[in-house]
């Protein structure tokens, strides 16, 4: 060390002053860039949680100062659409505002029957006539798949859009939609929540079966803590879980337990086990009460190795209702569109015309290209 020449200790502390302040400089870079973006980050959430509360008080108003509602979801109602279509009913009834739900085809099956208001839900009709001055459409994101009462809807500002899909078709002007809800019931809670009306226990039973059916007893990837913490909130509202899991999953008939037998037994796996197919003909649905086999779907990826699940009923004489299940990266959405249907990334459905074997044929070639 004692050898170094003066001009190069110079240069070494030189180099070395250099170095830290590069060093510096490049933390307060750094920090000044991290900063700017989780302000911006919280400014974002901030103006979105903004966003929110404005949109629900303009739905409110919308309720206030409108009459005469339709309320419509999705053909084929599920869980979901009719627990969240029912919530908006029971406080229309608290307002004394005048309403018909009027959905595409109501099942008769009595499976929703212990849900508030059931009763008062209608099938579509070719005498209705179009009054209705505001509409309310929930859990579902194009008026294609609302079916027929999409005749009814007034103008589109008169028009409210709740739904937890990606969007699909603008037809409403106030929207809200959260694609990270879990369920549209989990919307109904915030706008509940965010407009101050107090819960009570049928509203509260509503909003628990709808997000319990749409995160499968909470247990599917769209199973969040905020559903948790809006679930404990419903029980002490009133809402009993073994009561509702019961008249939802462990209520079914002798008759549709043999049928999940039938299917289960015929099932089949293709492309190297990691594409499952159940089918069910027309001769064997004509008997059945068709919302009590619907967790077939959800069985269709319940076996080891299988990614993509897809569950295709006969309803009418070559005509096929198809329900897509994705446990792995495959977003069976895409899938569904191909078919003219759509959904979410892990569950989709879609309807086809035409011979069983070529729709198993198309179904197989599409899944292919993503497994
Ligand atoms: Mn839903």
């Not at 599920?78 to 004394?96: C, P």
């Not at 079916?147 to 106030?174: Q, T």
């Not at 039973?205 to 809006?230: C, V």
């Amino acid at each position: 060390m004692n050898n170094i020449p003066a001009s190069s200790t110079w240069s070494f502390l030189t180099s070395v002053k250099i170095t830290l302040i590069f060093i510096v400089g490049g933390i307060i870079i750094l920090t000044i860039f991290f900063s700017i973006l989780v302000s911006s980050f919280l400014q974002f959430q901030i103006s979105m949680g903004y966003q929110m509360k404005q949109t629900v008080s303009q739905i409110i108003n919308l309720i206030q100062n409108q009459d005469n509602f339709l309320l419509t979801t999705h053909m084929n109602a599920d869980g979901d659409a009719f627990a969240s279509v029912l919530a908006i009913a029971y406080l229309m009834e608290n307002l004394k505002k005048k309403y018909q739900i009027i959905i595409h085809d109501q099942q008769v099956d009595g499976k929703y029957d212990f849900l508030w208001g059931i009763k008062t839900i209608r099938s579509y009709a070719s005498e209705l006539k179009s009054t209705f001055r505001a509409a309310i459409v929930l859990d579902v994101p194009s008026l294609k798949r609302v079916g027929d009462p999409a005749i009814l809807m007034p103008a589109r500002e008169n028009c409210v859009k709740i739904d937890h899909h990606p969007i699909e078709e603008d037809f409403a002007a106030y929207n809200y939609v959260d694609t990270e809800a879990s369920s549209t019931s989990q919307l109904i809670y915030d706008i509940i929540d965010l407009a101050g009306i107090p819960l009570t226990k049928p509203l509260s039973e509503l909003i628990f079966a709808g997000i319990m059916y749409d995160t499968g007893r909470f247990s599917f990837s769209n199973t969040h803590q905020r559903d948790f913490e809006i679930a404990a909130k419903l029980l002490a509202h009133g809402a009993e879980p073994h009561k509702i899991s019961g008249a939802l999953f462990f209520n079914n008939s002798f008759h549709s337990m043999k049928t999940l037998g039938y299917a289960l037994a015929n099932m089949k796996v293709l492309l190297d086990g990691k594409l499952s197919v159940i089918f069910i003909p027309l001769e064997i649905m004509e008997t059945n009460n068709h919302a009590e086999i619907e967790e077939l779907a959800n069985y269709s990826v319940a076996i080891q190795g299988v990614e993509v699940g897809i569950f295709v009923r006969e309803v009418q004489s070559h005509y096929y209702k198809i329900s897509f299940r994705s446990k792995g990266n495959v977003n069976v959405n895409s899938i569904a569109k191909v078919f003219g249907g759509g959904g979410h990334m892990h569950a989709a459905g879609a309807r086809y015309a035409g011979r069983y074997t070529d729709l198993e044929e198309k179904i197989v070639s599409e899944v292919q290209k993503f497994i």
